[in-house]
């Protein structure tokens, strides 16, 4: 490369003009009119280069997602590379997400992966123009780094290596490629035709890859669909159809959610990074470990077994107190206890350790799916068969237990272990591995910080104490004395309640109100504030209302 050195040329002309004053201000003028041009040439080199580099590497990411098409979604650059992230992703960076982004942090992190490769690629491509040899180096090893993270996640095979290497390898091809037009292209002596390879390869290129890229994800998306298999599933008749709770289990009031959400609505709380999409044509589950006579069942088995409704709250251990991530569902499903009775648990066993088609892994006691609790293997919510995002075709569901010690969604695998023995996902990660429930209560209306007007103010929410059933939900206003809240109709003890309180005579003013409830043992929700963080948020759930 025969670069200038910075400033050599202002040098040049401060020497010869040194003697003549007015002389030297022209040439200062000519000087900063070629340190302008100069600055515009670095400028023009620079965006070059980082116009190669991210060419380059949306060159390489649609080639990836290309061999994805073959190798599966999960296996594509972005997301093994996101799905690493995630697994890696410390416990508190984790709860900021849940905290901020909800249900969009997944695209928070997807977005993030796009403009961090974007960033090093534009980098790389800069680089390139100097040191050719040592950025293409680099760009394969962001294949390199990509592939491992593919490989490395639990429910790989070694075909994941592919899409992220021939990533790098497509990427480091077009980045020598442009980089060597763009060099030609920018000499003095530069014919116009070099300079027309050059646009014509990098818009050319980028055209393809975008269209590859696209193309590619189509295909994926298109391939594993699993819509058309959902659409055919029939759902068995549940041994004794359950009837509809009676209205009663919702107070009317206004702003209040239903007594079942809406599946539309009800949260979701995954570490996929995209939704796995299980073909319940190949789907199979396997029961092992520690029993007499492990066995494996296909769906059209399992769809032969014996199916029960029930009723029941899903909740998260990354509630926030006053929180969204519970959610209240009818779910048909298939007792637990029989599989795990015909597998024949040996003895010293505890753990039933879980494990989805994304290799997420879930520890439950034992004891809680044959202590009698309707512990299932769901394939259907609120009359519907499982969306994909909530577990399609088949989750497991405990009642009384957090959803990340119970609700595997996609489960394929059920293995009969100890506590002592294996950790499931969550458990390194600074989550307690049993935690049931806790008791929690919520002001759904009005909303924290509403304006209302005197008189008679009506407060509504829900409350849960899942499996434990809920006895009682009581008020507080300003600090007064608790005040017992009308309970709508229970249905059964795993659902929530309900609950409304007609607050008669409010004055004017700003007001602070605060719930709680008992549970079905008698015992009162604690008041003491902990963080989600080993195994649960608790406090009361405080809100301002304004009444004028
Ligand atoms: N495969 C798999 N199953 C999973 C999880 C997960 O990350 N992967 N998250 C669990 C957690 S933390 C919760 S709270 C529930 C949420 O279920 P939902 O998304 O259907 O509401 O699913 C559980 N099952
Ligand atoms: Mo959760």
Redesign the pocket.
């Known amino acids: 490369m025969s670069e200038q050195q910075p400033g050599g040329m202002q040098g040049r002309a401060a020497d010869s003009s040194a003697a003549d004053p007015e002389a030297e201000d022209a040439q200062q003028e000519s000087g900063s009119t070629t340190a302008k041009m100069r600055l515009a040439a670095l400028g023009g080199r620079i965006a070059r280069g980082a116009l190669v580099g991210l060419v380059a590497g949306g060159a390489g990411l649609a080639v990836g997602e290309l061999v994805a098409v073959a190798t599966g979604e999960a296996s594509s650059p972005v997301v093994a590379v996101g799905t690493w992230a995630i697994s890696i992703t410390p416990t508190w960076l984790e709860q900021f997400a849940i905290r901020n982004f909800g249900s969009n942090d997944k695209a928070v992190l997807q977005a993030g992966v796009y403009v961090t490769v974007a960033l090093a690629a534009a980098a790389d491509g800069v680089l390139a123009r100097t040191r050719l040899t040592i950025a293409s180096l680099l760009t394969a090893v962001f294949g390199v780094v990509g592939a491992i993270a593919a490989v490395t996640r639990p429910a790989a095979n070694t075909s994941w290596l592919l899409p992220s290497l021939l990533a790098g390898l497509a990427a480091a091809l077009v980045l020598r490629w442009l980089t060597i037009l763009s060099l030609k292209e920018s000499e003095p002596s530069a014919e116009s035709s070099g300079r027309r390879r050059f646009l014509l390869g990098t818009l050319g290129t980028a055209a393809g890859a975008l269209v590859a890229g696209y193309g590619g994800n189509a295909w994926i998306k298109k391939r594993y669909n699993v819509s058309d298999a959902r659409a055919k599933v029939v759902l068995p008749v549940p041994e004794t159809v359950l009837p509809e709770p009676p209205a009663s289990v919702h107070p009317d009031v206004e702003g209040l959610g239903p007594f079942f959400t809406p599946t539309s609505q009800?949260?979701?709380?995954?570490?996929?990074l995209t939704v796995p999409r299980v073909d319940p044509g190949s789907w199979k589950l396997k029961i092992h470990g520690m029993v007499d006579r492990p066995f494996e069942i296909t769906f059209e088995e399992l769809l032969s077994y014996r199916f029960e409704e029930h009723d029941m709250t899903?909740?998260?251990?990354?509630n926030p107190v006053g929180g969204p991530?519970v959610?209240n569902a009818r779910w048909l499903g298939t007792p637990l206890a029989p599989l795990l009775r015909r597998a024949g648990v040996h003895r010293g066993a505890d753990m039933l350790l879980s494990t989805?088609t994304?290799g997420?892994t879930?520890g439950s006691p034992v004891e809680a799916v044959l202590d009698g609790r309707q512990a299932m293997l769901a394939i259907a919510m609120n009359g519907e068969v499982l969306p994909t995002?909530?577990?399609f075709p088949c989750?497991m569901l405990i009642p009384g237990l957090?959803?990340?010690v119970s609700?595997?969604?996609?489960v394929t695998d059920l293995n009969v272990t100890t506590f002592a023995s294996s950790d499931a996902y969550w458990t390194p990660r600074g989550y307690s591995p049993q935690a049931p429930v806790k008791t929690a209560s919520r002001i759904d209306v009005p909303a924290n910080g509403a304006t209302v007007s005197a008189g008679t103010v009506v407060l509504a929410g829900t409350a849960w104490a899942t499996h434990r059933g809920l006895a009682a939900v009581e008020v507080q206003i300003d600090n007064g004395a608790w005040r017992e809240a009308m309970l709508a109709t229970a249905d059964t003890p795993d659902t929530w309640r309900q609950w409304s309180y007609q607050w008669a005579n409010v004055p004017k003013g700003s007001h602070k109100v605060k719930v709680r409830a008992t549970d079905g043992t008698g015992t009162v929700q604690t008041s003491a504030v902990q963080d989600m963080v080993p195994n649960g948020a608790t406090g009361y759930h405080t809100i301002t209302v304004q009444v004028s």
């Not at 009800?266 to 996929?272: L, Q």
């Not at 609700?407 to 996609?410: L, N, V």
């Open positions: 009800f949260y979701r709380v995954d570490t996929a899903l909740t998260c251990v990354s991530y959610g989805s994304d997420m879930i995002k909530h577990g989750r957090y959803g990340f609700a595997t969604k996609w």
